[in-house]
């Protein structure tokens, strides 16, 4: 095979190199990824009958698994965990005969015959001709120790997931780009005081979500200061230690929850000089469709979407992806 791409980004992958021409298990469709952008895909491109085999990577479920209850994926009226409803979408894509395997893929080789070659595990080699990408993204964090005591328990990094739990009390957002910016407006609007911890004296965020945050009564800003602890009873978020950097001094505030934004890393790594991606890793499509730039490669989810991000819109956009690959293969092949 006449390789075109060859890359190996994963610095931890075994020392032992893999024959990346030796024997290969073939497969119709490989996902990788399993939150919803993959197992819709699987879904699809298994009731479509392309045996998909899927890779689930890091986090089995993605991002949805560090979540407790989720309230806006239609048909759920109740609403469900997200470790439950993720539960669910892997039980639809097996019933159908995807193939899950836990399992990371380590190493990618795009063939210019249109085969392409992932590496499992630093050990094991799959063949497809449809690759679907659904690697999702990572929410950065502060990195605090407190932050992590009370994920889920008041600490999100999601405001349109969480913000409703936290109607007409107080909150505080951490960031100042556009994320933050959107996030503080939206909550807003649930909440009845939201604080924005922005580290500078300046935001990031474009003039226009600028002068609204700033204009909006219920939203302060405390510029300059920096989040040093999330406060808590023990079970839940009461407040937070805050720095401010101008005057020196610690400053505490009141809050029920804690928001998160300062931005998202796209899990893309793996793809980075070979796919087509904007400044901040996030793969790019042609518009309307999930098709990167190489024939039979498609991006789904969060790792192409640097603007939704959301669940029901990773989901919709991997039905696009099995759809984009069957009607690959099927013009290929006849
Ligand atoms: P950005 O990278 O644009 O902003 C991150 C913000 O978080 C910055 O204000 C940064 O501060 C702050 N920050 C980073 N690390 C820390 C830290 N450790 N402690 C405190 N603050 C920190 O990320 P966004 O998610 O806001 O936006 C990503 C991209 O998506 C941008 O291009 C944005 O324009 C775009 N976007 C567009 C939207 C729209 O058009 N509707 C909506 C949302 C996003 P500092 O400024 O000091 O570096």
């Known amino acids: 095979m006449d390789f075109i791409k060859k890359m190996d980004v994963t610095s931890s992958a075994p020392e032992a190199e893999l024959d990346m021409?030796?024997?290969?298990?073939?497969v119709e469709c490989l996902i990788v990824g399993s939150g919803p952008a993959g197992y819709t895909a699987a879904i699809y491109a298994a009731r479509a009958g392309l045996k998909p085999v899927m890779v689930q990577g890091m986090e089995p479920g993605g991002q949805l698994t560090t979540t407790t209850d989720?309230?806006?994926?239609?048909?759920?009226?109740?609403?469900?965990?997200g470790p439950e409803m993720m539960e669910d979408f892997k039980k639809q894509a097996q019933r159908f005969g995807t193939d899950v395997r836990y399992g990371l893929v380590t190493?990618?080789?795009?063939?210019?015959?249109?085969k392409h070659r992932a590496v499992v595990d630093g050990e094991r080699l799959i063949e497809t001709e449809a690759l679907i990408?659904?690697?999702?993204?990572?929410?950065?964090?502060?990195?605090?120790?407190?932050?992590?005591?009370?994920?889920?328990?008041?600490?999100s990094a999601c405001a349109t997931c969480d913000g409703?739990?936290?109607?007409?009390?107080?909150?505080?957002?951490?960031?100042?780009?556009?994320?933050?910016?959107?996030?503080?407006?939206?909550?807003?609007?649930?909440?009845?005081?939201?604080?924005?911890?922005?580290?500078?004296?300046?935001?990031?965020?474009?003039?226009?979500?600028?002068?609204?945050?700033?204009?909006?009564?219920?939203?302060?800003?405390?510029?300059?200061?920096?989040?040093?602890e999330v406060l808590g009873d023990g079970e839940v978020v009461t407040g937070l230690r805050?720095?401010?950097?101008?005057?020196?001094?610690?400053?505490?505030?009141?809050?029920?929850?804690?928001?998160?934004?300062?931005g998202h890393k796209p899990n893309s790594d793996l793809f980075k000089g070979y796919l087509d991606m904007d400044e901040v890793g996030y793969i790019k499509t042609q518009p309307g469709t999930s098709k990167t730039k190489i024939p039979g490669v498609f991006a789904c989810g969060d790792v192409q979407d640097p603007v939704y991000r959301q669940a029901v819109t990773a989901a919709g956009s991997g039905c696009m992806a099995a759809l984009d690959a069957e009607r690959y293969l099927g013009a290929k092949h006849g």
């Open 21 to 26: 021409k030796g024997p290969a298990e073939p």
């Open 70 to 81: 989720v309230e806006n994926y239609p048909g759920y009226p109740d609403g469900i965990k």
């Open 107 to 114: 190493k990618v080789e795009f063939g210019a015959d249109g």
């Open 133 to 155: 990408i659904a690697t999702g993204a990572t929410a950065k964090y502060l990195g605090l120790e407190s932050e992590k005591r009370y994920m889920g328990h008041g600490v």
């Open 164 to 228: 409703f739990f936290y109607k007409n009390m107080d909150v505080a957002i951490v960031g100042g780009g556009d994320t933050a910016c959107e996030e503080a407006l939206y909550l807003s609007n649930i909440c009845k005081k939201v604080y924005m911890v922005v580290r500078r004296d300046e935001l990031r965020a474009s003039k226009v979500m600028q002068q609204r945050a700033i204009n909006k009564a219920n939203i302060e800003i405390l510029w300059s200061h920096e989040t040093e």
């Open 242 to 262: 805050l720095r401010d950097r101008k005057a020196g001094k610690p400053v505490e505030i009141k809050i029920d929850g804690f928001f998160v934004a300062i």
